[in-house]
Nanobody, 120 residues
């Protein structure tokens, strides 16, 4: 079964940094692009960053460009989100995501989420 386990969240002051990790299992990690999403109460989950299966291309939400970096280590089945210069508006639950195709289309798999709180 597909499993995504996030970690690395926590409480950090504005301007600080956190490094999130997502350890994947249950599928061939190196064959799939990975994404990070985030969600705050009352707001739709938003795509933060994506990375292709071998890490050759990345995309970012405009508001995090230049501050966040998504990366992956396929040997460790892990995708990371390095978050620098954190702002209070970055506060959210961050979720790891993989989209896997099936006969019926694309299935989204999600981790349990890790809370990131940016506050002074």
């Amino acid at each position: 079964q597909v499993q995504l386990v996030e970690g690395g969240g926590g409480l950090v002051q504005p301007g600080g940094s956190l490094r999130l990790s997502c350890v994947a299992s249950g599928f061939t990690f190196s064959k799939y692009g990975m994404s990070w999403y985030r969600q705050t109460p009352g707001k739709e989950r938003e795509l933060v960053a994506t990375i292709t299966n071998i890490g050759t291309s990345t995309t970012y939400l405009d508001s995090v460009k230049g501050r966040f970096t998504i990366s992956r280590d396929n040997a460790k089945n892990t995708v990371y989100l390095q978050m620098n210069s954190l702002k209070p508006e970055d506060t959210a639950v961050y979720y790891c995501n993989v989209k896997i195709t099936s006969w019926s289309g694309v299935i989204d798999y999600w981790g349990q989420g890790t809370q990131v709180t940016v506050s002074s």
